[in-house]
């Protein structure tokens, strides 16, 4: 089984449980260069184990996950190492090491997966953190910035390996709205200054519209909805149209437990 090399990821009907809950029921997508796709939906929808199956930190139950040309879910530990290094990550939480200033934490990747000099390193995590507006912090601690700082550092460092493809996990969670935004433009902008293709989980209206060039939606297992923001605005599924206007009526809380107990 080969992939259409045109595509930067591709997904086929992937399927995923834990403890006996299909997470992902039959997942296909298709992701083309340097496009930003948002992947939308509740919690616990499964957004977050799409991101890890494209990396290969999880193995789907079936179907296939293609990186390029490559078949992650075939791919030997050391050739899905190498292959990795071609995808940067930024986590919900920044997950940045507590003891190690922020160069240091920038330069992790190029530290653990190449063999560059000391000198190397550092102007690379520097012209990173210049990218992001944060080479004056470089000598700073984690514990010593603010939840929009840490997303900073957190993106340089998933640039420093010049990655084709970044991952998102909810950006902007937890970030006052005037941060958000500021998250969302730098996105957009090192994206198309990087070349890069991103993939961005969030549940966040405003920054899902902002960010995406396309939007998906997982609803129970399954992408309901594909479509560019304009056409995605003018869903007439009931689900997405419900998830938009983040009303409580409709088919999201019907059979639920919440709207059994208000009944």
Same mark, same amino acid.
């Given at each position: ?11 086929? #009907? ?14 296909? %997508? ?11 939906? $509740?919690?616990? *929808? ?7 199956? @494209? ?10 996950? /293609? ?26 939480? +920044? ?8 160069? #240091?934490?920038?330069?992790?990747? %190029? ?17 990173? %953190? ?12 984690? *514990? ?23 991952? /998102? ?6 970030? #006052? ?9 730098? @996105? @957009? ?19 899902? /519209? ?23 605005? $003018? +869903? ?6 419900? /998830? ?20």
């Amino acid at each position: 089984m080969s992939a259409n090399n045109s595509h930067i990821v591709e997904l086929r #009907d992937v399927k995923k449980e834990f403890e006996d809950k299909k997470v992902l029921d039959g997942v296909s %997508l298709k992701v083309e260069p340097r496009e930003r796709l948002v992947i939308m939906g $509740q919690s616990g *929808s499964g957004k977050s184990t799409i991101l890890r199956v @494209i990396l290969g930190m999880l193995q789907p139950d079936a179907g296939t996950v /293609f990186f390029k040309q490559f078949e992650m879910t075939r791919l030997k530990r050391r050739k899905l190492q190498q292959v990795r290094r071609h995808i940067g990550m930024v986590y919900q939480y +920044s997950a940045l090491l507590s003891s190690r200033n922020v160069r #240091d934490n920038v330069a992790l990747p %190029l530290e653990e997966l190449t063999d560059k000099s000391r000198g190397e390193i550092d102007k690379i995590a520097d012209e990173k %953190l210049d990218l992001v507006g944060m080479k004056d912090a470089r000598d700073l601690m984690p *514990s010593e910035l603010s939840g929009g700082m840490r997303k900073r550092v957190s993106l340089a460092r998933a640039l420093v390996l010049e990655p084709e493809l970044i991952l /998102f996990d909810e950006p902007t969670a937890g970030l #006052d709205p005037v941060i958000a935004s500021v998250i969302d433009e730098l @996105i @957009i902008n090192l994206s198309e200054k990087s070349k890069v293709t991103s993939i961005v989980v969030t549940h966040e209206m405003a920054s899902a /519209f902002r960010i995406g060039t396309r939007m998906a939606m997982l609803y129970q297992g399954k992408v309901i909805e594909d479509a560019e923001p304009e056409k995605f605005k $003018q +869903s007439q599924n009931p689900v997405v149209r419900q /998830f938009l206007s983040g009303s409580t009526e409709g088919p999201i809380l019907e059979g639920s437990q919440d709207a059994i107990a208000k009944k």
